[in-house]
């Protein structure tokens, strides 16, 4: 079955300086790829996501991720990071035939101003 | 924008009691999911429902667990007896397309639910 691998539990940054958050995925076959965030008291919100194409997706505010069949990973990035993304960041997969997503266990991203 | 909402924020119950969590999706969307996260861990598929019935489910949705959706605009979710295990976040969530997995799924901001 599929799974999802995120290795960082906690990452602490200062403001400007750049992100990766890993994540890996166990199924070799045709995968789509998400990123969700969750700000605090706030809903699971999309980042970004990969189907097929281009393996450097672009998602909203800045943030970038790049699939990676080889190494069956699919790592978030972003150069400068702002306080304001301070949240927990979760890597997903779409695990079934009706679309239920397989997630990660999520990384917690504080980032100090 | 529309957003899926659901209702309460927080439930508090005692073990042996039912529930019941309320999601209302966005109108258009074909595919409804619940979602659930137990704290400190991953957050974990329980079932997906599409024209009227259950299109698939996990293991963790046992006979204590049903979905739903009982006027064309709620999804609801309904644990019979509840047990300690089931306190944890619940997330409903909705898919605008049929026939596709791969459309992006929409969440709610989640119900709380805490069995004592």
């Known amino acids: 079955a599929q799974s999802v691998s995120q290795h960082n539990h906690h990452v602490i940054l200062s403001e400007a300086a750049s992100l990766e958050l890993g994540c890996n995925y166990s199924?070799?076959?045709?995968?789509?790829l998400f990123w969700y965030v969750q700000y605090p008291g706030q809903h699971l919100q999309l980042l970004l996501k990969?189907?097929?194409?281009?393996?450097l997706v672009k998602g909203i505010k800045g943030f970038e991720a790049e699939f990676i069949k080889s190494k069956f990973s699919f790592n978030l990035r972003k150069p400068s990071v702002q306080w304001s993304d301070t949240a927990e960041y979760f890597c997903a997969v779409v695990g079934g035939s009706q679309g239920n997503l397989i997630f990660g266990k999520g990384t917690k991203l504080s980032v100090k101003p | 924008e529309p957003e899926v909402t659901q209702t309460p924020s927080h439930q508090v119950t005692q073990m042996g009691q039912e529930v019941i969590l309320r999601c209302v999706p966005i109108s258009n969307h074909l595919y409804f999911y619940w979602y659930r996260q137990i704290l400190g861990q991953k957050v974990e598929f329980l079932v997906s429902?599409?024209?009227?019935?259950?299109?698939?489910k996990s293991e963790i949705f046992d006979d204590q667990f049903s979905v739903e959706r009982p006027d064309g605009s709620n999804f609801t979710l309904k644990i019979r007896s509840t047990k300690l295990e089931d306190s944890a976040m619940y997330f409903c969530a909705s898919r605008p397309l049929a026939g596709n997995p791969k459309g992006e799924q929409y969440f709610g901001p989640g119900t709380r639910l805490t069995v004592t």
């Open positions: 429902f599409y024209n009227n019935e259950i299109s698939e």
């Open positions: 199924y070799g076959g045709t995968v789509n």
């Open positions: 990969y189907f097929s194409g281009d393996p």
